[in-house]
């Protein structure tokens, strides 16, 4: 079956990094779309960033450019979150979640990702404080 596991969240000062992981099972992550997405206190899940399935190719929101990268290590079967200039904002539970979808351009997926993205991990809490 399908499951994607969350890791590498943790408590981290303002100004630092953090890398989170990705982690699926029961499929191959260069044959699904993988989306990061966060959730605040209070707040609804809203997406980070997505990478294709297809050929690798990034899409980003346009609060996470430059701050936020994702990239995909097939080996390990594995979607990476690098996460640089941290402010207590950032502060949420962080979900990857998976498509099996190779038609829809990912910018497109992106950009409406909960009609595309529905199997989720567990989450992993990012604290971004001194």
């Known amino acids: 079956q399908l499951q994607l596991v969350e890791s590498g969240g943790g408590l981290v000062q303002p100004g630092g990094s953090l890398r989170l992981s990705c982690v699926g099972s029961g499929f191959t992550v260069d044959n699904y779309a993988i989306a990061w997405f966060r959730q605040a206190p209070g707040k609804e899940r809203e997406v980070i960033s997505c990478i294709s399935g297809r050929d690798g190719t990034k899409a980003y929101r346009n609060s996470a450019q430059g701050r936020f990268t994702i990239s995909r290590d097939n080996a390990k079967n594995t979607v990476y979150l690098q996460m640089s200039s941290l402010t207590p904002e950032a502060t949420a539970v962080y979900f990857c979640?998976?498509?099996?979808?190779?038609?829809?351009?990912?910018?497109?997926?992106?950009?409406?990702?909960?009609?595309?993205?529905?199997?989720w991990g567990q989450g992993t809490q990012v604290t971004v404080s001194s």
């Open positions: 979640a998976s498509a099996h979808l190779r038609i829809t351009p990912i910018e497109a997926m992106c950009h409406f990702p909960k009609v595309f993205f529905a199997s």
